[in-house]
């Protein structure tokens, strides 16, 4: 009988244990609140038609009307029940809500990692609460990114089982890296899975090095055999995802550009690429970290924090001593003034008050951030301290090579320092460390963050590197240093606590490593501006404010005279104590990082010394590690409440479920369409009754008149389109089809159909669009729609119809000018159609008189119409033109369909009575379900089979030990 060996697993439980409750203490509102983020608030309005199909049918829609004219239901929301990793995923968070959820994951993911290297369990524990509490981490969970931390919650494990499967067991290592990839896949970020990729690379390079160094050619073979079967194995659990979204793909903006032309708003900011496969350079790069802005790492302020939020974003709130001080100094400035008290009257500006409530904290590049990546000083001490203790070969010229690739890439140098990192590679190689291939992929993956910052090396892997130019904002790239720094800063503490006699004979490499760091930071709190660049002069909200105080007192005669100087005066207060005050919050994290440098050398100096056990040491770096990420934590996600008792950051879980309020202006559309087709009235009102009755609870006013809404969107075919934010909101898609929606990957052709709106018949396209209502939205303060107003659009041409004319083109150029403004383009007349489907057009002689179209049925995935004429006819359907998936039938016979007005779908109809049908399915979906299935089942029972020969103390799971060193 096998005995379990309490002694060795009971570290584990506690540690687990510890994270376990520390996850549902810090997010303990979750079990009766849902965070208030943007983002999942977008997926709910762009999801909706699709739930409500799957909650009426019990299947998936696989497409959706709801946004952008129609696309694959895939790219938004869908189930995957033939993945059994989401079981796998149930177990492992215990069914917890999120962020609890998530949190637990980022916990264990880095632990799985630490224990893959044979850290102590402890040591472990610290290392994973440090990752976990990265502020890139709570910001990603307050914006609603959840899938994208999920996705890097599990990214640590993969490399963890990686590095375990070349310098362990093989074969434990490869199923756990096998289960571990598969789960990723499952969290559905394509993108960080491609970064875990990239450092799968790069470390491999030195397992590569390694093996051959030591003519393990057949141990290479196999183990890299293991991994590739396992990425394959993993990445085919996923594949109904991936298959959809790679042929999607190959439509959208990520793929192939079909225009030759720009459009005038292209040509005015010149910002297109000339890359015919993939996003534009522009594009890619739109968010990219800043050069100096990589410092965040230690100073969290340094840039001000973030600025998405007008009232959680603000000086006073994430700064509100400094904040405080800025008032002061405000009031005592304006104390010889007295415009204060002419804009305060009647509850107007209180101008001592405004900076700190109207500005708002970010002032970096990135234009929109919610916050910056902080890692922490600790942990990046502790990295530095890892590569000053590794005692490879050639280890200093390394160091030195290093610091010259940095200078080089501040410099702009990309072509010396791309051959830096290969002469870093190759001593790396020599040096036979691990460490250095880890801050090697750091540093790359850094200098890919800076995107345009850095555009030379940037483009270099835009161009070259297979699959790269596919994803946009680089800065998510910086979820590698987020895993990387804190993996070095706690290798740095298991070599302290291993091997402490060598440590203690090199003591002056922590007092040099130590004392740089301490000097650095001193000098940035006494003159910051000597490392950073500060803005000057007024900021864009000053400026705002100051056109508008000089204008109020233009308008009036009497007060030009009295107070022009005065407001001139204020403004060069106000630019000068908001430099000054960002001076004073760079200069509080100088003084915080210098205090926690020496907190870290103390510690360590002391264990050196056996003044203090290990114990002691990691009790006191944990208390300090919560200390130094905790309050930046808070500043972007937080259990406050404001003064009427509600969450900043949560609400409800009865208000989250309904996201979107039914306004007059919407109820203003339903009676529209009831008074057209009073049939409507009924059917609703029938399915309501039905729906209560099959509640648990009977359904409030509110739910009710959503509800309304989704019967009315089933029951017919129309699309509204609100051009205040044609692609930037969903609340639009919630109740309705909407022209537009919220999406980072939209279908090419109608991206191109905005882009050139403004040069094109813009009534002919909204009316081949099927475009019958006009939405204007009206927000509070908080962002939240508050009025709804409606301008219908009488001449939409509705879900079909048949044309007069077709004309033909030679290209997609011609296709979309073929549209232009002046070209006397009738969409209800006339068809145009690429040379490419001429022979499909057999319709001649102009529309029968006694023709006739019309919709029969509507349901995201299938389309049924009703056609009669006396002759051929050239049909229109105002659907999107979508080759992989829409299959056309003619009386349940397949029939052709072409493309038409460069967006549309057309079809030749034969002569007589007809039923015209177009279904969507695809393989991604169903062969990819049961291949999913399969694959996913296999990793289960190998992981299950792991886990009993583990608990048999079989062979096969032997533990190989390992005598590489890491440092």
């Not at 177990?91 to 632990?111: A, D, E, K, N, Q």
């Not at 729609?785 to 007069?804: E, M, Q, R, T």
Request: glycine share 8%; aromatic share 14%.
């Amino acid at each position: 009988m096998n005995k379990i060996n309490w002694t060795k697993i009971l570290p584990h439980v506690v540690a687990l244990a510890i994270l376990l409750i520390f996850s549902i203490i810090y997010f303990y509102p979750a079990f009766e609140n849902s965070l208030e983020t943007h983002d999942i608030t977008m997926y709910q309005g762009m999801s909706k038609e699709v739930k409500d199909f799957r909650d009426k049918t019990g299947t998936e829609a696989l497409w959706t009307g709801a946004a952008f004219g129609g696309m694959p239901a895939d790219q938004i929301s869908i189930r995957k029940d033939n993945n059994l990793m989401r079981i796998a995923y149930e177990v492992m968070t215990f069914g917890l809500p999120r962020p609890i959820s998530t949190l637990w994951l980022l916990f264990i993911g880095f632990y799985i990692l630490l224990m893959c290297l044979k850290v102590d369990p402890w040591l472990a524990l610290l290392g994973a609460i440090g990752f976990g509490l990265s502020s890139n981490f709570m910001i990603g969970m307050q914006a609603g990114h959840m899938t994208k931390i999920k996705a890097v919650a599990f990214m640590p494990a993969v490399l963890g089982s990686f590095i375990y499967t070349f310098r362990g067991n093989a074969l434990k290592g490869g199923i756990l890296f096998t289960f571990f990839f598969a789960m990723q896949w499952w969290a559905n970020h394509p993108q960080i899975s491609y970064y875990t990729m990239i450092i799968i690379g790069v470390i491999g390079i030195y397992f590569l090095g390694e093996y051959l160094f030591e003519k393990k050619y057949g141990d290479l073979g196999k183990k890299i055999g293991i991994i590739a079967a396992g990425s394959i194995l993993a990445m085919l659990t996923s594949l109904p995802g991936l298959w959809g979204t790679y042929e999607y793909s190959k439509h959208t903006i990520r793929g192939e550009n079909f225009l030759t032309i720009k459009s005038q708003a292209e040509m005015a900011k010149d910002s297109a690429s000339d890359a015919k496969d993939g996003l534009d350079t522009d594009y890619i790069l739109a968010w990219s970290y800043g050069t100096g802005e990589t410092f965040t790492f230690v100073f969290p302020s340094l840039k001000g924090g973030g600025n998405n939020d007008p009232e959680l974003k603000n000086l006073e709130t994430l700064f509100p001593s400094r904040a405080e001080q800025l008032t002061e100094q405000m009031t005592a400035d304006l104390s010889s003034l007295s415009v204060d008290e002419l804009f305060a009257q009647g509850g107007g500006l209180n101008l001592a008050e405004l900076p700190a409530k109207a500005e708002r904290g970010y002032y970096g590049q990135q234009g929109l951030t919610n916050g910056p990546v902080f890692i922490g000083v600790l942990l990046c001490l502790m990295a530095l301290l890892s590569l000053v203790f590794s005692d490879g070969k050639l280890n200093w010229i390394l160091f030195g090579v290093t610091v010259l690739t940095i200078i080089s890439a501040f410099l702009q140098m990309a072509g010396v320092v791309l051959f830096l990192f290969v002469v870093l590679i190759a001593l790396s190689i020599w040096n036979r460390r691990l460490i250095w291939f880890i801050t090697i992929a750091t540093l790359m993956t850094v200098m890919l963050a800076w995107g345009k910052n850095f555009i030379g090396f940037s483009e270099l892997f835009i161009k070259y590197f297979p699959m790269y130019s596919k994803f946009r904002a680089v800065t998510m790239i910086l979820v590698v240093s987020n895993m990387l720094i804190p993996l070095m800063g706690v290798l740095f503490l298991s070599k302290l606590i291993k091997d402490r006699e060598k440590v203690k004979e090199n003591m002056l490499k922590l007092y040099i490593g130590s004392g740089i760091v301490a000097f650095a930071t001193l000098i940035v709190w006494l003159n910051p501006t000597a490392f950073f660049h500060l803005p000057e002069g007024l900021s864009q909200t000053g400026e705002m404010y100051q056109n508008y105080l000089t204008q109020t007192i233009q308008q009036n005669p009497e007060l030009k005279s009295q107070f022009s100087s005065q407001v001139s005066q204020y403004f060069m207060d106000y630019s000068e104590n908001l430099r000054e005050f960002r001076i004073g919050i760079i200069k509080d994290d100088a003084l915080k990082a210098f205090g926690f440098t020496a907190v870290l050398f103390l510690l360590v100096f002391l264990f050196v010394k056996e003044k203090i056990s290990k114990f002691i040491m990691l009790g006191g770096l944990g208390v300090f590690l919560l200390v130094d990420l905790i309050p930046v934590d808070l500043k972007y996600l937080n259990n406050k409440k404001d003064e009427a008792g509600e969450y900043h950051y949560w609400e409800p879980k009865e208000a989250h479920q309904l996201p979107f309020n039914v306004l007059p202006g919407d109820n203003q559309i339903y009676d529209m369409e009831v008074s057209e087709q009073p049939w409507i009235a009924d059917s609703v009102k029938k399915e309501l009754t039905a729906l209560n009755s099959n509640s648990e609870v009977p359904l409030d006013n509110q739910a009710r008149e959503v509800a309304k809404f989704s019967v009315l969107n089933r029951l017919t075919n129309f699309r509204v389109a609100n051009f205040q934010g044609l692609t930037s909101e969903s609340r639009t898609s919630y109740f309705y089809k909407s022209l537009g929606g919220y999406h980072g990957a939209k279908l090419r052709r109608i991206q191109d159909i905005f882009d050139f709106f403004n040069e094109l018949e813009i009534e002919q396209i909204l009316n081949m669009m099927n475009v019958k209502y006009m939405v204007q939205y009206d927000y509070t303060e908080s962002n939240k729609v508050k009025s709804v107003g409606v301008n219908p659009n009488p001449n939409a041409l509705g879900p079909v119809w048949i044309v007069d004319k077709v004309k033909f083109v030679e290209s997609a150029d011609e296709e979309l000018m073929s549209m232009k403004k002046g070209s006397g383009f009738n969409a209800g007349a006339e068809a145009i159609v690429g040379q490419e489907f001429k022979d499909q057009i057999t319709a001649t002689g102009g529309k029968s008189s006694d023709a006739m179209v019309a919709m029969k049925s509507y349901s995201p995935n299938k389309l049924v119409y009703e056609f009669s004429s006396s002759k051929d006819e050239t049909v229109i359907f105002s659907e999107v033109f979508y080759p992989y998936g829409w299959k056309a039938y003619i009386d349940d016979q397949p029939a052709p369909y072409f493309r038409a007005n460069y967006i549309l779908r057309g079809m030749t109809v034969p002569q007589g009575d007809h039923t015209i049908t177009f279904e969507y399915d695809v393989p991604a979906y169903s062969t990819g379900g049961v291949i999913s299935l399969l694959t996913s089942t296999l990793i289960i029972l190998l992981l299950l089979s792991l886990l009993f020969l583990i608990y048999k103390k079989h062979p096969l799971v032997t533990e190989d030990e390992s005598s590489e060193l890491i440092l």
